[in-house]
């Protein structure tokens, strides 16, 4: 345990000495400590999932007393996540920052909040202790709230940082209920008790408030409001480690009092399930829907949160179900997918941040050819498209490999209802999978092919190296893990046995005949022999091609114009008219706002026509309740007169009613 720590306040120091330093030493120094502390992390977490044990107990002051900091399998895959998660975000931000200085704009503290949230999320998944555990997660949510209010001159980050921080809030408002309930009912402040005590029928409203916590941070639908306003708000560093790596804390959380729980009821996992397939499904639609590529790219984390949800639905249900195949192969893609997705949606961030300081642009209809002058930003965003279209041969396709497999196990629960419920999410998480081809061809095909839309996309220029080489490692990764998945799924399959109960882990599965871990470890090798002959198999048509064009002049001339005599630029197809089909069949899920220049002449000078579809829960329920909060708050800003004696009363008043409630109360 103490060489975890350490490294975690090496980061901490690290975070300290740049405020310290010039804007322009920030960057080194934060690498310097952040590289060794890195380190420390992964080694740490490795020998627990090698089988080590690493607790360290504390005694501290009233009210906290004795705490224990533990790094179990399930603590130490995540601790992995964020280690590699926030390395990369670092070593991007020493890119993308560097193009503020000297601009007039101050970084100040921005450095320091960056490490605090890694140190926050570090402490977060080790604590034992119900006090300090919110202490770290309120760091959390207040580092990122300052990360987030980067650019605070502008009105729309002002609004999004302040959605953000009031939403945190109220979700920590249920997990401090729901903590104060379990330590009453436990005697302790301790986590590791909090599953003592709490009878069976408790245990239901209890998960469903803590649910409710943790979701709020994970970007559940309906709890998702404020991921699409915050993720664009943010500069791409901060976007890709709070998409990639934040909200799963929220997983973390959920997981963890699952395994302190045991087994729940079905309804429990039916009810995770529902919630899951809608976050998947909706979330996808409504990244189709977008034209600001980080906003699409918000969307498609609460697309995957709905998919990392659909395993841990999968989870309850082989533990309600007492199926070991199920609970391990449902938990055991879910936390795969966890780590799958904080390396394509890190990258896809990363991308879109290359993107926009190399056009000006976050735009997608205002983009277009960047191919050919981001060449290498052009190529790695392919890779994380395809990674998180669950394509072959990246990591993606194997963690839904493994969802799959466990909802083909659950046509054989025993129950009609978790058949049903096993074929429909078969065919949702398939058609999920197809509209994010969709999605990913729109903004790959529209921003980065054809011809450049505007002054800026014309003007594009390739990224800093600082940023290239973060997302290279980042696709390294995500190909590794697609090719080579055996590599990481023992240590996936421990900590999916810890967390279902299964000491005996996929090893002790009854699936694929009897053989466990070990088949399914050689069905994934076939499949990494397979995607290495595709592999080859595109190389080499590529050599052959290259080969066969050598020697030969190719033509060049202009596309046929329909008649005109030159080719525009605007005759290309935009994201909206790519994806306008599809958005018609499911109009009845959004609110449309649009506004079109009609055309009268038979050869119009101009011609103008936007649209902008809005989520109808925002719509219809988020915006009138926040509209009539603000009508009812405005009524009682009399209160706030700006009289110093006004306020004096309002002091002297509640130190009355303060004392005769006192007095009430001790007679």
């Known amino acids: 345990m103490e060489p975890y720590l350490f490294g975690v306040g090496l980061y901490l120091v690290t975070g300290v000495v740049s405020l310290l330093v010039g804007e322009r030493a920030k960057s080194g120094v934060v690498l310097a400590g952040a590289l060794p502390a890195t380190l420390l992390l992964v080694v740490a977490a490795i020998r627990v999932l090698a089988g080590e044990s690493a607790r360290l107990s504390i005694v501290l002051g009233y009210p906290i007393g004795a705490a224990s900091f533990v790094l179990d399998p399930l603590s130490a895959l995540f601790a992995v996540v964020i280690a590699i998660g926030g390395l990369a975000s670092l070593l991007y931000a ?10 007039g704009r101050t970084i100040g503290s921005h450095w320091f909040f960056l490490v605090l949230l890694i140190v926050s999320m570090l402490l977060v998944v080790v604590i034992r202790h119900a006090i300090l555990f919110l202490i770290a997660w309120e760091l959390m949510s207040l580092s990122s709230f300052f990360l987030v209010l980067f650019e605070n001159e502008r009105r729309e980050v002002q609004r999004a940082a302040l959605n953000y921080l009031i939403t945190m809030h109220v979700g920590l408002f249920f997990l401090i209920a729901a903590f104060v309930l379990l330590s009453l009912a436990a005697g302790s402040y301790d986590l590791d008790r909090f599953g003592q005590g709490v009878g069976a029928p408790e245990r239901v409203p209890l998960f469903f408030l803590l649910f409710l916590g943790f979701g709020i941070k994970a970007g559940f639908i309906p709890l998702h409001s404020w991921l699409p306003l915050a993720h664009p708000a943010a500069p791409s560093h901060v976007s890709g480690l709070m998409s990639g790596v934040m909200i799963k804390m929220g997983i973390y959380g959920i997981l963890r009092f699952i395994l302190l729980f045991g087994a729940l009821p079905p309804e429990v996992g039916y009810a995770v399930l529902t919630i899951s397939l809608l976050s998947a499904l909706l979330g996808v639609i409504y990244a189709i829907a977008q034209h600001d590529i980080k906003t699409l790219l918000a969307y498609h984390s609460v697309e995957n949160i709905g998919i990392i949800g659909i395993g841990i639905g999968f989870g309850l249900l082989g533990m309600a179900y007492r199926d ?8 055991g893609g879910a936390l795969f997918h966890v780590i799958n997705h904080s390396l394509f949606k890190g990258l896809l961030f990363y991308g879109a941040g290359a993107v926009y300081l190399g056009s000006h642009s976050r735009v997608i209809d205002r983009l277009g050819g960047l191919a050919r002058r981001m060449g290498i930003t052009a190529a790695l965003f392919l890779i994380g498209s395809l990674a998180i279209c669950g394509l072959p041969p990246f990591n993606g396709f194997v963690s839904e490999f493994v969802l799959y497999l466990g909802m083909l ?18 065919t949702t998480l398939a058609f999920v999978g197809s509209l994010a081809v969709l999605c990913f061809t729109k903004v790959y095909g529209v921003a980065f092919l054809g011809s450049p839309r505007s002054a800026e996309a014309e003007g594009a220029r390739e990224a800093d190296w600082r940023m290239l080489l973060p997302m290279g490692f980042l696709a390294l990764l995500c190909l590794g893990l697609g090719l080579f998945p055996q590599s990481v799924l023992p240590s996936i399959a421990r900590a999916a046995a810890n967390l279902s109960g299964y000491g005996g882990g996929l090893a002790g599965v009854g699936a694929f005949h009897g053989a466990g871990l070990a088949a399914l470890l050689s069905i994934l090798r076939v499949i990494s022999l397979i995607f290495l002959a595709l592999l080859a198999t595109v190389a080499l048509l590529a050599g052959v091609r290259a080969l066969l064009l050598r020697r030969r002049t190719v033509a060049r001339a202009d596309t046929w114009a329909c008649g005109y005599r030159t080719v525009s630029p605007r005759m290309q197809y935009t994201a909206s008219s790519y994806a306008r089909p599809f958005l018609e069949l499911v109009s009845p899920l959004f609110k449309r706002h649009g506004r079109a220049v009609e055309v009268r002449a038979l050869f119009p000078l101009s011609a103008e026509s936007s649209t902008h579809n809005e989520e109808l829960l925002d719509a219809y329920v988020t915006k009138p309740a926040v509209n009539a909060l603000r009508a009812t708050v405005r009524r009682f800003t009399w209160i706030q007169g700006g009289n110093l004696q006004q306020y004096m009363l309002y002091g002297l008043l509640f130190l009355l009613i303060t004392v005769v409630w006192v007095l009430g109360i001790v007679r």
């Open 324 to 331: 070991e195949a199920v609970a391990l192969l449902g938990f």
């Open 94 to 103: 020493g890119g993308y920052l560097r193009s503020y200085l000297g601009s």
């Open 409 to 426: 196990h659950g046509l054989a629960l025993g129950s009609t209802l978790a058949t049903v419920v096993s074929v429909f999410s078969l």
